[in-house]
């Protein structure tokens, strides 16, 4: 897929995700970093009802759009659900699991960009 298709779906997701409250959420651009993706969206919510409809909603702003995961794992717990549209995965934790696993920092590597960046 283009950086160009894959920014198009990350800018999306983003909307989705603020659509619905999603808390501090962060982009890491991993495409020069990792063959896994090339972006990382990472979000916050506040309890499993929240997280849910954010998943919820990316699924039904990104399927309509054409975009299909390849899998969502997590969604029944929701304290960490991890969405993989291949170039684009998507994580929303609970705060607790977000500051345990702080994939921010095991992704330093990759490059931190503004939400905004990704909507221009």
């Known amino acids: 897929m283009g950086m160009d298709l894959s920014k198009k ?4 997701a983003i909307e989705a995700l603020e659509d619905k409250k999603a808390e501090d959420i962060q982009v890491i651009d ?4 990792s063959v896994l993706a090339d972006y990382f969206i990472i979000a916050s919510g506040s309890n499993r009802s929240q997280i849910q409809a954010l998943i919820d909603n990316v699924e039904e702003k990104l399927g309509k759009a054409g975009f299909e995961p390849k899998q969502i794992e997590g969604y029944d ?4 659900v991890l969405m993989d549209y291949r170039d684009v995965i998507v994580h ?3 705060r607790e699991n977000r500051l345990f696993y702080d994939l921010e920092r095991i992704w330093r590597d990759g490059r931190s960009i503004p939400a905004e ?3 221009a």
């Open 9 to 12: 779906m990350a800018s999306m």
């Open 30 to 33: 991993i495409s020069q970093v």
């Open 77 to 80: 717990s929701a304290n960490w």
């Open 92 to 94: 929303v934790f609970d």
């Open 117 to 119: 960046e990704l909507k």
